[in-house]
């Protein structure tokens, strides 16, 4: 496969639109649909993107609960769990918006730093969007998000409660699941 071009569709508020086209093995033209939060790009900007969000696993001090959002999303007309996660601001790091992501949305405050993962994508199907992953701990009264465009419900959750969430069937984005199947079944794979 090799790229060919990219020209801008459709552009959003915050989503723009592009059609790629790329040759095949055979030297076939095909076509691929993308959205991107990157109004601008160009042949030569596509795929030289930085992370442009942040997520947050987020344990409490002791460790021994994990923080999940119950959050109302648009596209999925329904509640989804998932980690607390954001935009990064112009001139913030990735560790800078956790913080900051992480004290709008819940009133929680980050304690400690455990991790800052690389960059990895968001919905690489889809879209071009690179997200950094912040492991940490955090402490302090949970409150509304500060946004009142966000519906969120945050909860510390035990090993527990996370299997019954899972049990039941909840819905929740798909680097969530994965986490936390991970973390109540990690004994498993030993």
């Given at each position: 496969m090799?790229?060919?071009?990219?020209?801008?569709?459709?552009?959003?508020?915050?989503?723009?639109?592009?059609?790629?086209?790329?040759?095949t093995k055979s030297g076939s033209i095909k076509e691929?649909?993308?959205?991107?939060?990157n109004p601008n790009l160009t042949n030569d900007s596509f795929g030289n993107n930085g992370p442009v969000g942040v997520g947050l696993v987020t344990f409490s001090v002791?460790?021994?609960?994990?923080?999940?959002?119950?959050e109302f999303r648009l596209a999925t007309k329904r509640?989804?769990?998932?980690?607390?996660?954001?935009?990064?601001?112009?001139g913030e790091s990735p560790l800078e918006a956790a913080k900051r992501e992480l004290k709008e949305e819940t009133g929680l405050s980050l304690v400690d730093t455990i991790a800052v993962l690389s960059p990895s994508y968001a919905s690489q199907g889809t879209s071009d969007e690179l997200m950094?992953?912040?492991?940490?701990t955090c402490e302090g009264e949970i409150k509304e998000s500060c946004y009142e465009v966000e519906e969120i419900k945050a909860k510390w959750y035990?090993?527990?409660?996370?299997?019954?969430l899972l049990n039941k069937g909840e819905y929740m984005s798909v680097r969530t699941q994965m986490f936390l199947w991970q973390w109540v079944n990690g004994d498993l794979l030993k």
């Open positions: 090799k790229f060919v071009d990219i020209k801008k569709i459709h552009q959003g508020k915050f989503l723009t639109y592009y059609i790629a086209s790329y040759s691929y649909e993308l959205v991107s939060r002791d460790k021994k609960k994990i923080l999940l959002s119950k509640f989804v769990y998932n980690f607390p996660a954001g935009l990064i601001d112009e950094t992953i912040v492991i940490c035990t090993k527990k409660e996370v299997q019954e």
